[in-house]
């Protein structure tokens, strides 16, 4: 699968396929005539703070704090608009791949980046994909009155982290 292509150490996927991949999910269009992207189909909270399309993956691999600190906070930001539920979706996912993990002597931001946008994209294909904003909005409304039912027929509250939406 081309996820497992992203987060393979050796792999041909460059950090600017990677970028290109998950601006178009987020709904980025690229304009041949004007070498431009565009912001017209982007999730609207996401638009709003991202007008146009932030790097994620720290394309320069420079990653002193001065360089580096505006492609982390954006990395962490798509991080953030991940349902706990759907956060640890690689290893779920690519293990029939082959895919295992990774060991923490392995890691390095790119690496990081990489596999946090892979979960990502993993989320939107599983998620979001084909899905309108109206329609996600209305999904969003029917799982909190479930949520709010449950709490309400005595069931206990279950916790969860807060999420950001991009929605």
């Not at 990653?63 to 492609?71: A, L, P, Q």
Request: aromatic share 10%; with cysteine; glycine share 4%.
């Amino acid at each position: 699968e081309n996820l497992y292509r992203i987060l393979v150490r050796r792999s041909n996927v460059t950090d600017l396929e990677v970028n290109t991949l998950v601006w178009k999910c987020l709904g980025y269009r690229f304009q041949p005539e004007t070498e431009e992207w565009t912001a017209a189909e982007v999730f609207p909270k996401w638009k709003e703070r991202y007008p146009t399309p932030p790097d994620l993956i720290g394309m320069q691999r420079i990653y002193s704090k001065d360089v580096d600190r505006n492609v982390l906070k954006d990395n962490q930001q798509l991080v953030r608009s991940i349902p706990a539920d759907n956060k640890q979706s690689l290893k779920a996912h690519l293990k029939p791949l082959g895919f295992t993990g990774y060991k923490v002597s392995e890691l390095t931001p790119n690496l990081t980046r990489r596999a946090q946008c892979s979960n990502w994209l993993l989320y939107y294909r599983e998620e979001l994909f084909g899905l309108s904003v109206d329609e996600l909005r209305e999904r969003r409304r029917l799982k909190e009155a479930e949520e709010k039912a449950a709490l309400a027929s005595g069931g206990e509250q279950k916790w969860s982290p807060p999420v950001k939406e991009v929605f």
